[in-house]
C-alpha cells in the first residue's frame, strides 16, 4: 500500500520569501510522484511530477521537487513566493510499476498563505 | 488546450434521491477516474475505469455507487440513494501517459 504524509497543513510565507512544502512517501515499488494545487473554488491542476527519470523536476510557475529515495521524498521549493501562490498544494503518489495508471494517493493538503 | 468537463458545477438533492455527475473525459485517453474530497480533507479515490470495465476501486465505493461510460464521451458516476455523508466535491479525471488530469469538480450537497 501507499501513502503520502505532508508535514504543516498550513505554512506562510512572506512575499518574495523561499517557499517549501514537505511531502514524505511510501511506497512498495518504484513510485511515480506529484504535486497538484487547488485554487479556491477550483478543481486540480498539475503542477509537477516524477516519473522515473531526473531526480530535479521542474514544473510551471517557477516551483521545482528534489525526488530523495534515501530520505523517501519530493518536496516542494520556489525561490521567491509570489501572492499568486496562496492556494492549497497536494502532494500525491501513484504506483509506477503499472505505468501510472494506477489510482492516485492524495496527502492531507498543505495550505499556503502568502503574507505581503 | 483540451480539458476535462463536468457537470452539473453543483448538485444539490434531498437525502436518498439518485444524483448522475458527468464527466467529459479528454478525447482519446482511455482511463478514467473518480475521486472524491470531503470539505476540509484530502483527496480520496473512487474507482478506474478501462475498456468499459472497472479496473479498480476503493472500499468507498459500495453498491450505492456506479460508473458508465454510456457514449464515447461522457463518463458518468451514479448515487443510487444518497446519503448525508455523501456531500463533498467530486472529481473526475482522465489519464494520458502516466499523468491524470481533473476536472473542476461538481459539488453535491445532500440536505
Known amino acids: 500500500a501507499q501513502s503520502v504524509t505532508q508535514l504543516g497543513s498550513h505554512v506562510s510565507v512572506s512575499e518574495g520569501a523561499l517557499v517549501l512544502l514537505r511531502c514524505n512517501y511510501s511506497s512498495s515499488v518504484p513510485p511515480y510522484l506529484f504535486w497538484y494545487v487547488q485554487y479556491p473554488n477550483q478543481g486540480l491542476q498539475l503542477l509537477l511530477k516524477?516519473?522515473?527519470?531526473?531526480?530535479l523536476v521542474k514544473g510551471i510557475n517557477g516551483f521545482e521537487a528534489e525526488f530523495k529515495k534515501s530520505e523517501t521524498s519530493f518536496h516542494l521549493t520556489k525561490p521567491s513566493a509570489h501572492m499568486s501562490d496562496a492556494a492549497e498544494y497536494f502532494c500525491?503518489?501513484?504506483?509506477?510499476?503499472?505505468?501510472?495508471?494506477?489510482?492516485?494517493?492524495f496527502g492531507t493538503g498543505t495550505r499556503l498563505t502568502i503574507i505581503p | 488546450e483540451p480539458e476535462v468537463t463536468q457537470t452539473p458545477s453543483h448538485q444539490v438533492t434531498q437525502m436518498g434521491q439518485e444524483v448522475i455527475l458527468r464527466c467529459v473525459p479528454i478525447s482519446n485517453h482511455l482511463y478514467f477516474y473518480w475521486y472524491r474530497q470531503i470539505l476540509g480533507q484530502k483527496v480520496e479515490f473512487l474507482v478506474s475505469?478501462?475498456?468499459?470495465?472497472?479496473?479498480?476501486k476503493s472500499e468507498i465505493f459500495d453498491d450505492q455507487f456506479s460508473v458508465e461510460r454510456p457514449d464515447g464521451s461522457n463518463f458518468t458516476l451514479k448515487i443510487r440513494s444518497t446519503k448525508l455523508e455523501d456531500s463533498a466535491m467530486y472529481f473526475c479525471a482522465s489519464l494520458h501517459t502516466d499523468t491524470q488530469y481533473f476536472g473542476p469538480g461538481t459539488r453535491l450537497t445532500v440536505l
Open positions: 475505469f478501462y475498456n468499459n470495465e472497472i479496473s479498480e
Open positions: 500525491a503518489v501513484s504506483d509506477g510499476a503499472n505505468f501510472g495508471n494506477e489510482k492516485l494517493t
Open positions: 516524477y516519473t522515473s527519470a531526473a531526480t
